[in-house]
């Protein structure tokens, strides 16, 4: 049987098992509802919960964009000049691998609860994996491409727009994979934090409400979203990488 | 008078003239000289090789000619002027690694220096189109680099350097990586494609049988510091019988001056 | 290296103070209130409970850590050792984890409540899947010609693991293990500041709730020393373990 159908066939039993479970009495109806009231709850969730998804997606994009335009321009130039690169790469690390939630409460003191510490933490959360990715991406671009531009003529700016740009195109991409689920990721926990209105919120209080499975339908909802876009980002990714 | 040249008249009218170049390089174990007190001449449509051990600088020389790398001391003159930097209408370089741009197909990386020098879509797909049949790769055309043999993608870079239409075209070691038969057969098509095109090459090459079978004229360079050790002229006509009695008194005569080069570029 | 880097630090404390008198003491706190700020609270004086917390928090961590590097080995080991099995649900994880995992948490905290099950259940579901990542890729990267060359002398199913399959990966393992204990604690972290009772997250923000912002900066402060040693730790630990290959 080929794979897909596999996955699908597992799912599937995954469900009839959890079903029986939770009609069995097995599990807690209050704390693991039943697939079959997902489902129904996901028909009364949808009202409130599409706008607030909306309104999350929306200014994910924002903070996405953001931390594009500024992983890419930054990553070029950290990426271009070896001495920089080497002096700044342990802090770099040290900040994408350490908790940005610690600096949240501050943001949300000085912006207060809004689009904007939405924004602003999302952009953090985004811009690193894509500076990362870039600079890696530039450091990787090999030496005798921009030997063969030289010897044929290649000015300095053709040489990022003919050799540089187009080789890091695949380390661009594979940061703005990763940049999306950030970015979305950031927005997410400051709604959840600060109650600004969207998805995250939304969640949290379906949680704090002990609404199992408008709860569960929400977060399937978000889930569903965000496996989509990713998915088309691969599939975007493979269209512009048809020459490896 | 630097070697090579016949008489002083001839260092008048060559097209390249190298006079006592020297290089050196900074490595992490101090300086290095590649390259000293180089002189030669290289006149019209010849196909000069020049050979040598390996680290013997003839890369760097190529280089240089090309307008790479500056020399530090000496004075390298394309038909009498200097070359402060590379000069693709000049002097056009293929090296050893065939250098594509793997986004780019065929076609387009023929075409990328005259995309660089800003010629139109039209006309230089146009000229790039015109060299695939004498490349042997007209299927090709809009084929990646991923897709094509070692001995395809060394063709690409050749037809990249001829569609400039230089009047040098500079190669270094182009064949290096390529097995021993696909060697041969480029070094055919080679051939075919310069006396057709008429031009002055400027070949690198570390084999023998290579500089036997396709230049006009080898000049030998000494183990590192490169110098000038010998000229040897070869007046033979195309295509060559490696076989030939005259070829072996050539090869003879040539391996006698590396012989001993490149046993003293093996010593640590 | 050093001077550079010293530089831009000291460069940037020198900018925070110099940016943080200009501005509302009660937002902005310069470097010369933290550090007494630092020292009341490594004296016990701001928080005396500190210890509880900094205690709660490294347990979570742990329990957390333990649970992801066991059900990540297997579970990596299986899908990577049975490539059929891998190819079906190995993309089913990758889907899974295309999702921002703090989706997850609201409903994490609905079924393990405010207390450390929560986190720690959080801690594993982020630390979880770079250990399965690194297990399958470097199961992948061994050598087939190795394999063969220890069948032909003999060596059975286990001795092929233990003398050819582990030590081929143990490169791509240990950084495995590494970016699971970076994620197993900002999982941990990021649970305790959403929601908790207890510990280092909870007591950040407390602190920031009350305002008390000097503290809440000298907490950050401590926490990220906490989390920067551990992982610094966990770099001393990959260094050791490679030597030994």
């Known amino acids: ?244 | 008078m630097p070697p090579g040249a016949r008489t002083g008249a001839d260092v008048a009218e060559a097209h390249i003239v190298v006079e006592g170049v020297t290089k050196r390089f900074e490595t992490s174990s101090g300086p290095v000289l590649a390259v000293k007190d180089v002189s030669l001449a290289v006149a019209r449509r010849e196909f000069c090789t020049i050979i040598g051990p390996s680290g013997c600088g003839k890369s760097t020389l190529l280089a240089m000619i090309g307008g790479l790398v500056p020399p530090d001391a000496g004075t390298i003159l394309i038909d009498g002027r200097p070359q402060p930097g590379p000069d693709p209408r000049r002097v056009a370089l293929v090296f050893q690694d065939p250098g594509l741009l793997p986004w780019r197909t065929a076609l387009d990386n023929i075409a990328f220096g005259l995309e660089l020098r800003g010629v139109p879509r039209p006309d230089r797909r146009r000229i790039a189109g015109d060299l695939l049949g004498p490349l042997g790769l007209r299927e090709f055309a809009e084929r990646y680099p991923r897709e094509l043999s070692g001995g395809m993608r060394q063709r690409v870079a050749i037809g990249r350097a001829l569609a400039l239409d230089s009047e040098i075209v500079l190669m270094d070691e182009p064949f290096g990586a390529l097995d021993e038969q696909t060697r041969l057969l480029m070094g055919e098509w080679l051939l075919s494609v310069w006396t057709r095109a008429r031009k002055t090459v400027v070949f690198v090459t570390h084999s023998l049988q290579e500089a036997l079978f396709l230049s006009t004229r080898v000049v030998a360079l000494t183990a590192r510091p490169g110098r000038v050790k010998s000229v040897l002229d070869l007046p033979l006509p195309y295509p060559r019988d490696l076989e030939s009695a005259e070829l072996a008194s050539f090869r003879a005569k040539l391996w006698g001056e590396i012989r001993e080069e490149s046993l003293k570029a093996m010593e640590p | 290296m050093l001077a550079p880097r010293a530089a831009i630090g000291l460069g940037v404390v020198l900018a925070w103070e110099v940016a943080a008198r200009a501005g509302d003491p009660l937002l902005y706190v310069p470097p010369s209130r933290v550090l007494p700020a630092l020292a009341r609270l490594l004296a016990l004086r701001s928080f005396p409970s500190l210890p509880e917390h900094l205690g709660l928090t490294l347990r979570e961590i742990l329990v957390a850590y333990v649970l992801a590097v066991g059900v990540g080995l297997a579970v990596g080991f299986v899908l990577g050792l049975w490539p059929e099995l891998g190819r079906i649900y190995a993309p089913l994880l990758g889907a899974l984890y295309a999702v921002p995992s703090v989706v997850w948490y609201p409903s994490l905290m609905l079924l393990f409540g405010l207390d450390a099950a929560s986190k720690i259940a959080f801690g594993f579901l982020l630390g979880v899947y770079p250990i399965v990542v690194a297990v399958l890729a470097g199961v992948r990267q061994v050598s087939r010609e190795l394999v063969t060359m220890a069948r032909a002398f003999g060596a059975g199913r286990a001795r092929v693991f233990t003398k050819v399959v582990l030590p081929s990966m143990l490169a791509t393992l240990t950084g495995g293990l590494r970016a699971g204990l970076a994620l197993t604690v900002v999982g941990v972290i990021v649970g305790e500041v959403l929601g908790s009772k207890a510990g280092l997250g909870y007591l950040i923000n407390y602190a920031y709730g009350l305002l008390r912002t000097a503290d809440y900066v000298a907490l950050v402060l401590l926490t990220l020393g906490i989390v920067l040693a551990i992982d610094g730790a966990a770099v001393l630990a990959e260094r050791r373990a490679r030597r030994w290959t």
């Not at chain 1, 080929?2 to 807690?28: N, T, Y």
Request: with cysteine; charged share 15%; net charge positive.
């Open chain 1, 1 to 244: 049987m080929k794979p897909r159908a596999l996955q699908a066939v597992s799912v599937g039993v995954a469900l009839l098992v959890w079903e029986g479970a939770a009609r069995a009495g097995l599990v807690d109806p209050l704390f693991v509802p039943a697939p079959t009231a997902v489902a129904i709850a996901l028909r009364r969730v949808l009202g409130e919960a599409l706008p607030a998804l909306g309104r999350t997606l929306l200014t994910a994009l924002v903070a996405y964009a953001l931390a594009v335009c500024l992983g890419v321009g930054l990553g070029l130039i950290i990426g271009a000049r070896r001495y920089l690169g080497e002096v700044l790469s342990p802090f770099l690390i040290a900040a994408y691998g350490v908790p940005k939630i610690l600096v949240l409460p501050w943001i949300i003191l000085i912006l207060g609860t809004g689009a904007a510490p939405a924004v602003l933490y999302g952009t953090l959360h985004g811009f690193f994996p894509v500076l990362l990715l870039v600079i890696g991406g530039v450091r990787d671009v090999d030496r005798s491409w921009l030997t063969v531009a030289r010897a044929f003529g290649a000015r300095p700016w053709q040489l990022y727009s003919r050799v540089i740009l187009p080789a890091i195109v695949p380390a661009v991409l594979a940061g703005m994979r990763l940049g999306i689920v950030f970015a979305l990721l950031g927005v997410l926990v400051v709604e959840m934090f600060a109650g600004v209105r969207g998805m995250g919120a939304e969640l949290a209080a379906r949680a704090n409400a002990f609404q199992a499975p408008e709860l569960f339908a929400a977060t399937l909802l978000v889930s569903t979203v965000s496996i989509a876009i990713v998915l088309a980002l691969d599939a975007l990714g493979d269209r512009l990488s048809r020459w490896r």
